[in-house]
């Protein structure tokens, strides 16, 4: 079981990347999925999520306005839009299944580095 998040890269500040984690091994379909974030030297933290139907979504303050989290089931992948990065938003990000704003089991994979230069 693998989650692959991908989409990074080296953008400028008021740029966009758009994310996406995609699962294989088994379906997240009835999981609550969210993205995650971790900068050098600092601790993971909750970045979004997304319901399983979709219809409910919510994010940390510092990125709300900016990101948008998406899935399509269909294709077992998560997606995470963000727009206007800031360099503080640089960190590897991860996805993973997530009950509130804490990831569950262990599927962390390698997650993708975005790196946001001012």
């Known amino acids: 079981v693998q989650l692959q998040a991908s989409g990074g890269g080296l953008v400028q500040a008021g740029g966009s990347l758009r994310l996406s984690c995609a699962a294989s091994?088994?379906?997240?379909?009835?999981?609550?999925m969210g993205w995650f974030r971790q900068a050098p030297g600092k601790e993971r933290e909750f970045v979004a999520a997304?319901?399983?139907?979709?219809?409910?979504?919510y994010y940390a303050d510092s990125v709300k306005g900016r990101f948008t989290i998406s899935r399509d089931n269909a294709k077992n992948t998560v997606y995470l839009q963000m727009n206007s990065l800031k360099p503080e938003d640089t960190a590897v990000y991860y996805c993973?299944?997530?009950?509130?704003?804490?990831?569950?089991?262990?599927?962390w994979g390698q997650g993708t580095q975005v790196t946001v230069s001012s």
């Open positions: 091994g088994r379906t997240f379909d009835s999981y609550t």
């Open positions: 993973a299944p997530v009950v509130g704003r804490e990831g569950i089991g262990n599927y």
């Open positions: 997304i319901s399983w139907s979709s219809g409910y979504t």
